[in-house]
């Protein structure tokens, strides 16, 4: 089946399984995910086979990577552009212009905040021997480097330096985060 094919069968889905579709397929292009569930899409869609729903999510993918290379990011620009280049009915364009929409929404608001994810959290226990200013330091120390992804998906490393004491500090709140975290 072709692109046109791939289309028909996204015009049929149920709009519950298009957005969850739709949404997926941006998870693995933003790499938040490394594949699309085709099997649980077979299980919401009966009567499809599996090759009308791999056409679609490729089709979906294709549609999603042309449309993020367009430099205006609204939803009427989009759907006009998949009203002109598809045979996608006009709730399943709306449906592709939205995600759009939401996705660089989200994409803003975390680069407002610029909030990260942590990755990784390497440490070593050390011990300063000696200092410019005293020769006889003789102070153990914790050293951490933090690796965190931002909004973009770069991968930056943090190094910190802590006393015993700071380190100590420093494991109780991660124990009190735990603790809520376990609590919602």
């Known amino acids: 089946p072709g692109f046109f094919a791939a289309n028909e069968t996204l015009n ?31 299980k919401a ?15 979906s993918v294709f549609i999603l990577r042309q449309l993020a290379m367009e430099e205006k990011a609204d939803p009427k620009a989009m759907n006009s552009i998949l ?5 996608l009915s006009k709730a399943v364009r709306a449906t592709f212009a939205l995600s759009f929409k939401e ?3 989200e994409k803003k608001i975390r680069r407002a905040l610029n909030v990260g994810k942590l990755l990784d959290m390497k440490w070593k226990l050390g ?27 770069e991968v930056r490393h943090h190094p910190v330096e802590l006393t ?4 100590q500090d420093f494991r109780e709140m991660f ?9 919602v």
């Open 103 to 105: 996705d660089e929404a």
């Open 45 to 59: 869609t009966p009567g499809m086979k599996e090759s009308e729903i791999t056409s679609a999510i490729n089709a």
């Open 12 to 42: 049929e889905l149920p709009e519950g399984v298009l957005k969850r579709m739709v949404k997926d397929t941006r998870k693995l292009l933003n790499r938040e995910t490394e594949s699309i569930p085709v099997k649980e899409y077979l």
């Open 83 to 87: 009203a002109r280049e598809t045979d």
């Open 127 to 153: 011990m300063g021997i000696s200092s410019s200013s005293c020769t006889a330091l003789k102070a153990p120390f914790v050293s951490l480097v933090l690796s965190v992804a931002d909004a973009d998906q």
């Open 164 to 167: 015993i004491e700071q380190f």
């Open 175 to 183: 124990k009190k985060m735990a603790l809520q975290i376990e609590q």
